[in-house]
């Protein structure tokens, strides 16, 4: 496997847990509103909230650097391809 092939597959594993994350979230935010503020469950549901949202705080920078890592390695096979032609 390429690393650029690499590069993108984990991006794609990642894209996907910022997407089941965000959802995750959208549930407990709706569970909670319906809620009375002075629910217990409402306390426990934000500190969930909050630990998703650190986990999906590390997976953005994740995939920011997956990002810039798959355009590198284009690039990078880009101009092997590139110079294979002229010799």
Same mark, same amino acid.
């Given at each position: 496997?390429? *690393?650029?092939?690499?590069?993108?597959d984990?991006?794609?594993?990642t894209?996907?847990?910022?997407r089941?994350?965000?959802?995750?979230?959208?549930?407990?935010?709706?569970?909670?509103a319906?809620?009375?503020?002075?629910?217990?469950?409402?306390? *426990?549901?934000?500190?969930?909230?909050?630990?998703?949202?650190?986990?999906?705080? *590390?997976?953005?920078?994740?995939?920011?650097?997956?990002?810039e890592?798959?355009?590198?390695?284009?690039?990078?096979?880009?101009? *092997?391809?590139?110079?294979?032609?002229?010799?």
């Open positions: 496997m390429t *690393r650029e092939r690499a590069a993108e984990d991006l794609k594993s894209s996907g847990s910022i089941s994350d965000a959802s995750e979230i959208y549930a407990l935010e709706a569970e909670k319906d809620l009375d503020p002075r629910d217990p469950r409402v306390s *426990r549901i934000s500190q969930r909230v909050v630990e998703i949202s650190e986990r999906l705080e *590390r997976a953005t920078l994740v995939e920011q650097d997956l990002t890592e798959v355009r590198a390695a284009h690039d990078a096979e880009r101009i *092997r391809r590139s110079g294979h032609r002229q010799n």
